[in-house]
């Protein structure tokens, strides 16, 4: 079992910044691939990016493309999310999910029943 834990969530400006993280716990977390997602109040959860194991594949969201970076550092069994240019539209529950297998060798890592493990999610609110 694999326990992961979000945290860096809270309230920002719009045009500002924050860097979520997600931390392991339960078992190596070196070979996972992990996802953040994001769900607005009223909107489905959308993978917003994601990550694998060894760092050489990456996904963004177009609504996120350039503007977050996803990283991860395995030694410290934590996944980041950079979120920079924040808008109001970015304001959801960020979720951070992770699966044993390899990403960059399947499409299904868009969809939520991919993923294994979920944290409980982190508020991110934008404000104007």
């Known amino acids: 079992q694999v326990q992961l834990v979000e945290s860096g969530g809270g309230l920002v400006q719009a045009g500002g910044s924050l860097r979520l993280s997600c931390t392991a716990s339960g078992r190596t977390f070196t070979y996972y691939s992990v996802g953040w997602f994001r769900q607005a109040p009223g909107k489905e959860r959308e993978l917003v990016a994601a990550?694998?194991?060894?760092?050489?594949?990456?996904y963004y969201a177009d609504s996120v493309k350039g503007r977050f970076t996803i990283s991860r550092d395995n030694a410290k069994n934590t996944v980041y999310l950079r979120m920079a240019s924040l808008s109001l539209e970015d304001t959801a529950v960020y979720y951070c999910?992770?699966?044993?297998?390899?990403?960059?060798?399947?499409?299904?890592?868009?969809?939520?029943?991919?993923?294994?493990?979920w944290g409980q999610g982190t508020q991110v609110t934008v404000s104007s």
């Open positions: 990550i694998a194991w060894n760092d050489r594949f990456t």
């Open positions: 999910a992770a699966d044993p297998s390899d990403i960059a060798s399947t499409s299904a890592y868009y969809t939520e029943s991919y993923y294994d493990y």
